[in-house]
C-alpha cells in the first residue's frame, strides 16, 4: 500500500476543486485510492525530456502529475536536478503529487514550457 503525498501546489489546486467543481474532486480522489494499491499499472510515464520519470494518472478531464519515491531513489539524475528536500524523510512506498490539473492547462503549461 502506498501512501499519497500532496506538495504545495497540488493542495491548492485540489481545495480549489473542492469549492468549485465537487464532481471532479471526487473523481480525484477515486483515483488517489486507485493509486494507493497500485501506482504502476493506474499511470503512464511520461516521456518528454523536461518531464522524465514523472508520471501520470487520468482522472476524467483532470491529470495527476506524480513520482513514485521508490523509482526516484533509483533515478540519482533526478535527485541531483530536483533536490527533494524532504527525500531522506520519505518512505520507499510514498506517492509525490506536484500537479492536478484540467487537461487543457496542463497542455498549454507544457507548450509554454519548451
Known amino acids: 500500500m502506498y501512501k499519497i503525498y500532496l506538495l504545495s501546489n497540488a493542495t ?4 480549489r476543486l473542492q469549492k468549485k467543481a465537487r ?5 480525484i480522489n477515486k483515483v488517489f485510492d486507485q493509486l494507493s494499491v497500485d501506482p504502476k499499472t493506474e ?4 516521456k518528454d525530456p523536461i518531464l522524465r520519470g ?6 476524467d478531464e483532470d491529470r495527476i502529475r506524480f513520482r ?5 531513489r533509483e533515478d540519482q ?8 528536500v524532504d527525500c531522506h ?3 520507499e512506498n510514498a506517492i509525490k ?10 497542455y498549454k503549461k507544457h507548450k509554454i514550457k519548451r
Open 12 to 15: 491548492r489546486q485540489l481545495k
Open 23 to 27: 464532481s471532479r474532486f471526487d473523481e
Open 43 to 46: 499511470s503512464i510515464l511520461l
Open 54 to 59: 514523472f508520471r501520470r494518472a487520468k482522472a
Open 68 to 72: 513514485i519515491c521508490e523509482e526516484c
Open 77 to 84: 539524475l533526478f535527485l541531483k536536478n530536483r533536490k527533494c
Open 89 to 91: 524523510g520519505m518512505p
Open 97 to 106: 503529487i506536484f500537479d492536478i490539473e484540467h487537461r487543457r492547462s496542463v
